[in-house]
């Protein structure tokens, strides 16, 4: 999982003192139709945000992974026809805010979402990994 500029700087700051970090309140995910890296997020026309509800992270293996604790339903926005999703981002904020960190599906995964829908993460799907 890369963290974005902003996300790295406060993790450091963090780790190593050098300044108060800033936790954030929430965790939203909106899902990228290209790939997301530091220079942009990537998100297509599946704009709606989830929160997110994290269990505490691993402290035996695999460790610095995190589990999304209950079932999420991201309702999508019309389609036309349809939209490949190969990433997602993480957000401080349900619209606008502040990226914390993106990525890419394990294995290079796609999934296609047509017309209007949703895009359904179960309990313990979605798990957020730092190496």
Do not use: H
């Not at 790939?35 to 992270?57: C, K, M, Q, V, Y």
């Not at 939209?83 to 990226?99: F, H, P």
Request: hydrophobic share 40%; net charge positive; aromatic share 8%.
């Amino acid at each position: 999982m890369p963290l974005t500029p902003y996300m790295a700087k406060q993790l450091l700051d963090y780790l190593l003192g050098g300044a108060a970090a800033t936790r954030p309140a929430s965790r939203f995910i909106s899902f990228a139709t290209g790939t997301p890296d530091t220079a942009g997020a990537s998100d297509g026309p599946i704009n709606a945000r989830e929160s997110l509800d994290f269990a505490a992270a691993n402290s035996g293996a695999p460790f610095g992974s995190a589990t999304i604790r209950s079932a999420r339903s991201n309702a999508t926005a019309t389609l036309s026809p349809t939209c490949k999703i190969v990433g997602w981002n993480m957000w401080d904020s349900a619209a606008g805010g502040t990226r914390l960190a993106y990525g890419t599906f394990s294995g290079g995964s796609t999934f296609t979402v047509t017309n209007v829908g949703s895009i359904i993460m179960s309990a313990g799907r979605l798990v957020i990994t730092i190496q």
